[in-house]
C-alpha cells in the first residue's frame, strides 16, 4: 500500500478535498493556508499547545483495558479515554489548537458550528479562557435536544445562536456559520470542529487531533510491548474523532482502520446519516467529498439518534479512506449503538456519549480473535445525552 | 458570450441585470419571469438554478430556493423549460448555482445543454478560479458558456488581474463582505472600493452586486461600474406580486431604471 494520506499541496486526498468556497472567503482561507503549516511546527506554539494539553485539558488521556468487556467480546479491548478530556471530549484538543492560530493571525473573533454541543462548548471554553468573542450556531432542533450543553456555552459567555433553515441541525448550523464567515471574513476565525470544510481545515484539525495517536501508540508500548494495535475503532460523523485516533496508522497496513456511521433507523429506511453506503461524490461545505444527495445533487437531510453523527457528508479524508478501502466503514443504528452504551455503562462504570456508543457497537458486529490488541476510541462522556439513554430506556 | 459582450459593447446607459430563482413562486413561472423582464428592459438575466444549501445566498433567496426545490425544480426541468427561449428572449441570459448540482448533471452535459438552449454564462459562486481553470475552462469554453467571477473589498490586487485575465464577460463585484440580500444602502468604504477598482482600468466590464435594491443604489453604483445586479429585491417583489408576474416585473423595472 502506498503511503498517499496526507494530502497534497492542493488540499485533496485523493480525489477528495479542495477548497470549494465563495470567493469573499479566498482571502482568509488562503491567509490560513499560508500560515497554518508554519505556526503548528513553530516550537513556541507547539510548547503553549502542549502545555494546555497536560495543564488545562489533563492530557494524556487514559488508555484503558476494559476487562469485563474484553471478556465480553473475545478481545483484547482498550478504551482511549476521550471522555475524561476536560469538556467531555476530544472536541477540545482541536480548539485548543485553533484558538491559539487564531491568535497569532490577529483574528479578534471566533465562530463556530456544533451539532451535539460539544465543539460548541470546547469552543466557548477556549475564548473564555483567551478572552475572546464567541458566536456558536446550532440548529434549532439540536438546541432543543442538547440543553444542557446550550446553557453550559451560555454560562462560558459565548453566543448560541439558532440555525432555523432545513433541518434545523448541523448541516444548517455550518451554513449559518459560513455566512457569517462571508460577512466577516477579516477579523473572524471560524472553528471548524471536525475534519470538514476548505483545505487547510481537513488536514489542519486531524493534526490537532492526531495527539490521540499519538498517545495511543507510546501507551499500548508500555502496556502491550508494541505500538500497532489489530484495530482501531472510532464513530464517523465529519470524522474528526476517528481522524485523530487514525492518523498515526494510516499509513501502516497491519493495524485495521474501522470507522462506524450512523445508521440511524436502518441504512435503507430513509433515516439515516450513513454517508458512504448512501453517498456519493459531491461539494458541500467547501470540499469535494461523498455526500448524500439527491439525483439532482440536493443535499439530503441526515437522521441519527445523535446529534453529533447527523450530517449527510464525511471529512474528504474519510471519504478516501473509504475509496482506497483503507478503512472498513460499518452502519450502525441507533439502538444497535444505544444498547452497546448501556452495556459499557454495565460493565466497566463509564456512560458513553451516544456518538461513542455507535463506535462500542462494532464490537458486537465484528469477529476477533481473543488475542487481538482492539482499541475503541471512546470520544466523548455521556452527560450530555442522559435525556437520550433515559428516552430509551431498556437498562 | 457574445450576447454579453454586446450587452456592453451596444449599450451606452449603465446595465441592469436581474436575478431571479427559477420554479418560483411556481414551478411553471421560470418562463414567464424571464420573459417579461426581458421585455420589461432589463439587459442581462440571470437565473438562479436552486440548490438546498446556498451558503453565499441570504434568506430570501435562500427561502425562493427552498420553494423552488419543493415546487419540483431541478436542472434538468430547468432545461425543458429553457427550450426554445431564444425565439423570444433576447438578452444575455446567466445561470447561477452551486457547482454540486452541476457536477450531478455532467459538466460536459450542462455546457452542452446550456448552448442548446442559448445561455450565454455561468455563475458558480463556491467554484474557486484554479479549480475552474484547471478543471473545467476547456469544455466551458468548447461550448461557448462563459464563466463569470465574483471579486470581494478583500480580494487583492493580483487576484483581481488573474481573474480579468482568465475572464471574458465581465466581473461581478460584490459590493461588500456579505451575502446577498444582506444590506440596503452604500457606504463611504463601499464608494472608495468602488473608485479603487475603477482606477485599475480593467479589460471586463463590472457590475456590481450585492445591496443593490432601488433606483438610488442602482445609479450609484452605476457611477462607478457599467451595470448592477439586483436579486433580493426582486424576488422580494415577484413573492409580492405573484398574482400578476408580468406587471409586478415591468413595474420593479421601470422603478429601477427611472
Partial sequence: ?395 | MNRIKSAFSDNKSPLLNVYFTAGYPNLNDTRTVLEALDQSGADLIEIGVPFSDPVADGPVIQASNDQALKNGMSMKVLFEQLEGMRETVKVPVILMGYINVVLQFGVEEFCKACQRVGVDGVIFPDLPLATFVEDYKATFDAYGVANIFLISPQTTEDRIRLIDEKSDAFIYMVSDAGTTGARKGISDAQLSYFERIQAMKLKNPRMIGFGISDADSFQTATNYAEGAIIGSAFVNAITAGKDDIPTAVASFVKAVKQ
Fill in chain 1, 1 to 395: 500500500m502506498e503511503a498517499t494520506f496526507d494530502v497534497n499541496d492542493k488540499g485533496y486526498y485523493g480525489k477528495f478535498g479542495g477548497a470549494y468556497i465563495p470567493e469573499m472567503l479566498f482571502p482568509n482561507v488562503d491567509e490560513l493556508k499560508q500560515a497554518y503549516e508554519g505556526i503548528m511546527n513553530d516550537p513556541e506554539f507547539k510548547a503553549e499547545f502542549n502545555d494546555l494539553l497536560k495543564n488545562y485539558v489533563g492530557r494524556p488521556t487514559p488508555l484503558y483495558h476494559a476487562k469485563r468487556l474484553s471478556e465480553s467480546v473475545g478481545a483484547k479491548v482498550y478504551l482511549k479515554r476521550e471522555d475524561l478530556n476536560h469538556t467531555g471530549a476530544h472536541k477540545v484538543n482541536n480548539t485548543i489548537g485553533q484558538i491559539l492560530l487564531a491568535q497569532r493571525l490577529n483574528k479578534k473573533k471566533i465562530i463556530a458550528e456544533t451539532g451535539a454541543g460539544q465543539h460548541g462548548v470546547a469552543t466557548a471554553t477556549v475564548c473564555a479562557l483567551m478572552g475572546m468573542e464567541c458566536i456558536v450556531y446550532m440548529g434549532e432542533i439540536d438546541m432543543e435536544r442538547q440543553k444542557p450543553n446550550v446553557e453550559r456555552m451560555r454560562i462560558l459567555g459565548a453566543e448560541v445562536r439558532a440555525a432555523k433553515s432545513g433541518s434545523k441541525t448541523l448541516k444548517d448550523a455550518t451554513n449559518e456559520a459560513m455566512r457569517h464567515w462571508i460577512q466577516h471574513p477579516t477579523d473572524t476565525h471560524y472553528i471548524i470542529g471536525s475534519v470538514v470544510g476548505p483545505h487547510p481545515y481537513p488536514d489542519m484539525v486531524a493534526k490537532f487531533q492526531s495527539v490521540i495517536s499519538e498517545e495511543m501508540k507510546k501507551q499500548l508500548l508500555e502496556q502491550e510491548g508494541r505500538e500497532n494495535p489489530d484495530y482501531v475503532i472510532a464513530c464517523v460523523g465529519g470524522g474528526s474523532n476517528a481522524a485523530g485516533a487514525f492518523y498515526h496508522y494510516m499509513d501502516r497496513p497491519e493495524v485495521k482502520l474501522v470507522a462506524t456511521e450512523a445508521g440511524g433507523l436502518g441504512v435503507d429506511s430513509g433515516k439515516t446519516a450513513a454517508t458512504t453506503a448512501k453517498g456519493k461524490e459531491g461539494v458541500l461545505h467547501g470540499s469535494k467529498t461523498l455526500l448524500m444527495q439527491t439525483e439532482d445533487g440536493q443535499v439530503v437531510e441526515p437522521y441519527s439518534i445523535s446529534a453529533g453523527l447527523d450530517y449527510p457528508g464525511i471529512g474528504p479524508l474519510h471519504a478516501h479512506l473509504f475509496d482506497s478501502e483503507r478503512a472498513q466503514f460499518l452502519s450502525i443504528n441507533d439502538d444497535e449503538a444505544m444498547d452497546a452504551g448501556i452495556k459499557l455503562s454495565k460493565l466497566e462504570g463509564i456512560i458513553p456519549a451516544v456518538e461513542s456508543s455507535h463506535a462500542l457497537a462494532a464490537l458486537e458486529k465484528m469477529t476477533f480473535n481473543k488475542e487481538d490488541i482492539v482499541v475503541v476510541n471512546l470520544s466523548g462522556r455521556g452527560d450530555k445525552d442522559l435525556a437520550t439513554y433515559i428516552k430509551y430506556g431498556k437498562y
